[in-house]
């Protein structure tokens, strides 16, 4: 009996991980999309959400069903609640880079304001907390959640230092007023993923550990894996 | 025993909707300190939020705890997977008033740009989302969680015309920037919080009448109280 429902636990796991992939190939398209001026790939963006969204519907559904035909207890019933609370994190993830696609369709209808640099770069890190916080999650590696926390703070410092750099942009040139406000919202999507990924983390931590970091989160309270 | 539960529930309900009622202080206080230009009130803010995050962690704790000892099935369960749902989602909106009372910091150490009709009148609207989105949890209500749906096309709407307007402010007059920024910015928190009172009431929905709005919402498949 248990046998199974270790199994339906590993495939749910499994499925969440393919979620959580097609949310970062919706960042990286919408990023591409923008960097490399190609408006065509932001309709990919639009495509792929579809899926992300039927991934929602159909994991918190089994979700339910598990709770309510293995009723799980303790860690399995854990497992369960956080997975519910990371399918909702994922979709609005697929959520920013909708709104990065769409912000990419109004810039690339005007000649490009500045090479971008930092919004690619953060568009890295923030996926790579993605990445990271997922396989925390199903590796039970506190560690490594405890990583995607100390790297909130990174894109905290770019997502300050872009917003500072595009004001300046505006200030000198009214006409580029409308270009550096859609570049400042698509760093401010990215911050929000990362922000994302920062709650799959702590979730991880709390199951983990079980002590809940989430409102007073202090560096020296981080697992490391020194 | 039954009769037990279904007192751990109501608690359970009543929690729920006194977490809102600071949420939704929360709100009503930064967007005071905002309009009526009274620095001092940001401070209650902040403070009120620490009392949505212990809320948080205790209604979490309950949840987790009524489904491991009373391995709920269908509706109870459903009940319980949405609460914790809607934590979550109140939980964010506390953290938009949070914003809007840092924006409000900001915008107050300058003259104001211009009187605040629009983004008083959105507050008021999305304040009016997220007690409906509760009241129709609480009340099993689909008709009036429909409602909360269709609000939200409002609040886009004046979301859309605020951000037109004050554009318009940054391109006259470079020393308007960070200020028409500001605002804009406090008006997209209020945004996001109608965004969290949506979610609400499509799980409220969900339960109800146990179809899945989420992803294909169209005026004609809301409950309608006609």
Redo the contacts between chains.
Sequence with gaps: MERHFDEELRNLKHRLLEMADVAQEMISIAIRSLVERREELTKEVFELE?RV?HY??ELEEE??RL??TR????KD??LI?AT??II?DLERVADQAVNIAELATYLLKEPPLKPLIDIPHMATLAQRMLRNSLEAFVRHDAALAGEVCRDDDEVDRINDQIFREL?TY???D?KS??RA?DL?LVSRNLERIADHATNIAEDVIFIEEGK?I??HLRDEELPSSI
């Design positions: 579809d969204n929602e519907v979700c339910i709770l309510s009723q799980p207890v303790a019933l854990r609640t519910l609370k909702t004001l505006m200030m000198e009214p007023i409308t406000m400042i809940n989430k409102h």
